[in-house]
Structures are given as C-alpha cells and as structure tokens.
C-alpha cells in the first residue's frame, strides 16, 4: 500500500498476502509471560459447556473451596488457580490444555471429566513434563497409558464396573441382565468391565444397548428395555444424559419395576438426584463417593456452609485433588522443580481425602479407593439420598497387569 | 512476499504454544479457503465440508499409525481420501441447489461422522486416535511446534495460491458463470454439473491436503472433526472472513479460534461473542473482515490521492 503507481493486479496481490501476515500475527498479542519467583500456579481443564456443565462446575467449585480454606496457599506459597473450558471435546481439551502449558505457565494441570478428553490430554502433559492430576477416569491411564507425570485421585472405571458387578450377582440377579449406556470411553468402559466380571462370576447377559454421548430422546431405547422385560438393567449416563434418561426411565414407568444398577455419577447425589424427583428411588449404584460415608462429612459441612447442596462427585473429586496437590506440596516444602522427589513423597504415605485416606499405587499413580455399594433412598425430609449399604475396602486396578 | 515475512518473523518471535495454535488457525484456514471455492465462486453451500477434511485427516492418522509420518506419504494419503470423498459427494450433488445441496451435503458428512464413530476398531470411536508417530522428511523429524508451524505456513501459501490460480483459469471463469448464469453457461455448451464436479475435486483435495496434517499438531484426532457442527463453523469462519475473498478464510479462522480460546477464559458464553460478531459481520460488512479491510484501504488510497 505504500506505492499506488503500480499495476492493480500487483496491488491486489500484495493486499491479499498483508492480509495472510497479519492474520497469522493477531494472537500474538498477549506477550509470553516471563518467569521469575512468582506464586503456584494451578490451571484446571474442565468442562463449562456440553454435556458435563454441572459437573465442571461442581468440580471447580470443590477446588475453589479447598483453596478459600487454606487462604489461597499451600507449603507457604500463593496459589493462582486459573480454569479452561473444554466443552467435553478433546481437541478443544488438547488445545487448553497447551495455553495453560505454553502461555500461562502452570506448575500443575489438574480436571477434566471426560474420559477422551484423560486420554487426549496424556500425551500433551507427559510430553511438556507437566505434574497433572487428573480425574477423568479411563482404565488406560492406569495401564498402558499409565505417564509419569499424571496421578490420580479418583476412581478408575474398573473400579466401579468391577465392584458393580459383583454386587449385582451377589444380591440382584444371576442372569437376564441387560446393559445399556453412553457410547464413549467412559461408558464402554464401564459396561464392558461389568460384562467381564458378571461373566467371569458365572452370570448370563442379555441384550447390550448403545445410545451417543448427548442423546435428547431416550424413548425407542426404553421401549426395547420395556420388552425385552430383564430381571435387572446395569447401565451408564453422565450428566444431562442421566438426567434424561432417569426422567424417561419414569415416564414409561420403568422406575421401581426393574432393579437398576450403575456406577456412581449415573446416580450422582449434587448433578443428578435433584433434578429428577424420585425416578432412581431404590437405585443401587457402585461409587468412591457417598454423602454419607464417615471420611466425607466433614467436607459435606463445610461445601454446605458455602450454600451449595449435599456434594457429589466432582464436587468431591474437586476438592480431593486439590487435598492432594496440597500433601504433596507440603511433603516437599513447596518445591515442586524436582518432580521426581515429590511423586516418590507422595507414593510414601497415603493422604488423608474426603474420600478417606487413600494410598497410592506406585506403578501408576493411581489411587487406592473404597468403593461403596449405595442405594438411593427417601431421608426424613423427603430428599433421594445416595446411602451407603456395604463398602468394597482397598479396591485397587490391576494396572499394568489388566 | 508480505505473508512470507509475516510467517518467518511469527516463526522466530513467538512461543511454542502461539506457533501450535497458529499452525491450527492456517491448517483450518485452508479448510475454510477450499469451501470459499464451492460457496464464493460456485455459490454451493455445503454443510459437509468437514467430512472431506476429517476423512483426510482419518486416513493420515491410521496410515501414520501403520506406515509412519513420512510426510510426502501423508501429504499424499490426505490429498487422496479428500479428493475421494469429494468425488462421491460431487457425483450426488452435481445437479442439486440451494435447499437440497446443503441437506444432501449435510447427510452425507454425517455418514462419514457415523462410520467413523462406530468403526472402533480404526478410527478408536468416540475417543479418536492418540499415540501418533511425529511427522518426518528425509532425516528431519517435524515433531516440535515451529517446523509444524512452518509447514502449516507453506500448505496455507500453496492452497492460496492454487486457489487463485484456480479461480483465474478458464475453469474458474465457468464457475463463476454456472453460479450467475446457469441456464445461459448451459446454452453455451458448458456442461454445469461437470464443472461442479472438478471444483469439488480441487476443493477436496485442498481440504484433504489441511486434514493431513491436523492430527499432527495435537497428536490427536477426534470425531469431531468429522461432525457436522465443525462444517457449520467453517461456514461461520468463512461468513466472517469474507465469502469469496479466498484470503479472508484465514482471518475468519484466527478470529473464530482466538474467541474460542482466550474470551472463553474469562467467561463460559464466549458462543455469544462469536454470534454478536458473526451478526455484526452480516450486518456492517456484508463482504467480511476481508471486504472491510479492503475498502478501507482503498479509503485510504483516494484520501491520499486527494491529498497529493
């Protein structure tokens, strides 16, 4: 544009390649921080739209709790806690998560709920050598996925497949079982950790039903459902899609007729119960979390206090993660430049959650959980209330040996 | 000779996470670029466009998986599926318009979203692929961000320029005709759904050539890259940028994607600003931020004109 004496076309051209140059220079407008002796850093990738707003929300708002109970500091240093949407994606996940790594430089990564979204993030993490600790549960992360650089607070989906099945064979039926769930990681995880042990116990399946994550219309699965008539149905939904489906599950008067049986978030006590009247009354679900386990209520009173509801999961998971983030930091005086000397302090002793005191296993850094069989039941004031009934003690993944 | 200096002085200043999320903005900016064929210049608007670069990006993925990241070989692999599956698309769509091109187009990436999502054994299903080999030519490994962002710099420049060249030959010409005059170019003897077909070939080869390396700059691929959701919003980029400017793709794309990561930082709703900005377009600048740009610059011109 400097030279107006030449030809158009010239002109035209050379307009179009200042275009290209400087379209590719406008996000560069947020100069790269430097780094100096400045407070930790905590960047969360979680999910604040799709399917799993609730739970993103809960999840953030357990951290933030913990963070506003140690004064914003842990080990004597300020905590800066910075939070990324991920819209259950894993490209958008991947793409946060890097932000967080190369523009905000975090010292620790934590979140996520989605299972794709674990395993999208894995590579991204191990590779930067990033502490992360996530909560999105895929068995892989504690198998051949299992990095280095990522512990695990919470639940693998084993866990709760695992302990579901042999609850369901022990107490609700041998046979005639019929599963149904989200069609992504976390579900074909849950339902084919079930099918395995259920089989391996001796127990006969029924038909297997498939719907995709973020299904608005439940109806021609519970029709099937309706007349395949099974003695028990084991299925999964998170989120808006549990929600969904219990509130149809009522509709077509499948609710108290046929025993249900799910891991936990499907009947989850903060994101689900309380937009679904009483549908999942009797409900019998395989969690880590239960509101009325012991190691909870303290962490129950206090996330009340702030005027929430009775926690669920990730509202839990929230706040254990940062328990854990806390311990380790503690275990080595805030100095966390040395990652492999605050992974070995971790795995030295185990840490006292709102999920109880939890070892880790040091194979994988996964943790080592209780799993408790809860069933949803009426509390004297007439709210649905996920109460425990028996507790799997020590449940740990096979890990690298599955 | 601008653009080169932009991208070599971008390649040398910024971080590795700026030079990850600029290699994205022009690797889907010439997706967008390839759709301003069919919708700038052949007045097709088609809601499949992300079959044809996810598809692309598919088969890189799985080839890189099998064979390695040779990058010639991927290159190829992405060009090829891309042009593929926009030569099944064009044998549907040729003779169709407005209403039912944008629900055809629509179905048809939706079946390629449902075989990807339901081929697990492949293509990993819901969770999409990880664990892919780094990209690689000759003995250079492309693994780190600044050569993947150079790379994406050189497809962008290629595509672009191919595009116009595209668009000047006799072929483009036609184009342009069949959109304007359709019933005129046919008495003519110009036979309308074979220029449609081949501007679908080069559209999807263009598209597949960005798809190939996609994967490469997260490690990952999805199904959302396939999904319809992600053709609308190259539709959205494309509407922002400037339908019909070619070069304006890039801009629509840096603005979408510069939206999507930091507004959304700071507030869960950063869809609205995309939907105020997108009504803002239409509204004010009806030829995008590339037609605003370029009559305020030829603005400009005439002031200092006057002046002199």
Redesign the interface.
Known sequence: MRDDAQPRLAATRRRLLVGAGVSTLLPLARPVLSQGARPLRIGMVTSLSGPFTALGESMRAGMQLLLSQSGNSMAGRSVEFLVEDDAARPEDGVRKARKLIGQDRVDVICGVISSGVALALRDVVTEAKVPTFLLGSANDLARKAASPYIVRPTKTNWMLGHTAARWAYDKVSKARVLTVGSDYAAGREYVGDFVQTFQQLGGRLGRQLWTPLGSADFGPLLTTIASERPDMVFGFFAGSDAVRFLRQWKEYRLAGRIPLVGPGAFFDQEDVLPAVGDAALGAVNAFNQSPTAPASANFNRAYMAAGKPLPGEFSTNGYVCGQTIKAVLERVEGDLSDWEKARAALFAEPVDTAFGRIPFDPRNGQAILDIHVNEVRRSADGKMINTVVHTYESVRDPGPDA | ???????S??AL??????L???A???II?TAVMSLDLLVGFGGLVSLGHAALFGAAAYAAAVAAQHLGGNLLFILGTGIAMGAAVAALMGAVIVRTSSLFLLILTLLLGQIVWEIV?HWRDVTG????L??LPPLSFGPWVLSSARPLFLLA?LL??AA?WLAHSFVDAPLGRALIGSREQPIRMSALGYSIPRIRFLTMLVAGAIAGAAGALYPFV???I?P??VHWTLSATMIIMLVIGGVGS???A??GS??YL?I???I??YT?R??LFVGLIFVLTVLLLPNGL?GG??RL?SR??RR??QQA
């Open positions: 000779m601008v653009a080169v200096a932009g991208l002085a971008a200043l910024a971080g590795e996470f700026h990850r999320f600029l994205e903005i022009l900016g999502f299903g819901a969770d999409g990880r664990g710099g962008a420049l672009l997260n490690l990952y999805g959302q890259s070619l070069w304006g890039f801009l840096a603005v510069a999507q990561t930091y959304s930082a869960d950063w869809q590339a740009l370029r610059a400009m011109r200092r004109a």
